[in-house]
């Protein structure tokens, strides 16, 4: 920056500020500022004490609560890709062993309660295999699919899952 520039920048500076005045804030008008405000806020207040007032407990009468169980089942889906459903996969069945295509960072902790939460059954056990992706060639392009996990998850003797009916 020159000598010149800083002498410009000071005389444009000034005169934007005489250009703008400044504007004063206009005072609001009282009548209809203290009589909109009063009628919501008691309208508010009325409707939250008439609540509580019938939402307490009488005298005599217990305060019963209710202990839900949050099932975390948006997470359980992110794991649990889909089920695999081979040859191989159809014969651990009859071992009461279900295969489960799941997420690359999954490990056997998030995958059994990823079973629990969609299913309702807590496993026995929960085997993981890391798969790699198949190389493949199409013409003069070669690639490579990408690498995935595979859960082998063991049940109770009792428990079965639905998942290949009809297949």
């Known amino acids: 920056m020159g000598i010149f520039d800083r002498f410009k920048k000071q005389k444009t500076e000034d005169k934007v500020k005489e250009a703008r005045p400044v504007k004063k804030a206009k005072a609001p008008i ?45 997470n359980a889906y992110r794991i ?42 807590a496993p026995v056990s929960v085997n993981i295999i890391n798969a790699r992706g198949k190389r493949v060639v199409s013409g003069r392009i070669k690639g490579k699919k990408s690498n995935w996990k595979k ?8 428990d079965k899952l639905e998942i290949y009916e009809g297949v």
């Open 80 to 121: 649990l890709v889909k089920p695999l459903i081979t040859e191989k996969a159809t014969n651990l069945v009859s071992l009461n062993k279900y295969v489960f295509k799941v997420s690359s960072q999954a490990n056997k902790a998030q995958i059994s309660k990823a079973i629990k939460a969609v299913y309702g059954f």
């Open 30 to 74: 009282e009548s209809l500022k203290t009589g909109l405000e009063e009628k919501t806020d008691t309208a508010k207040y009325a409707t939250l004490k008439a609540k509580a007032e019938s939402s307490a407990p009488q005298a005599g009468q217990e305060i019963k609560t209710k202990k839900v169980k949050k099932d975390d089942t948006g």
């Open 151 to 158: 859960a082998i998850v063991t049940l109770k003797p009792g």
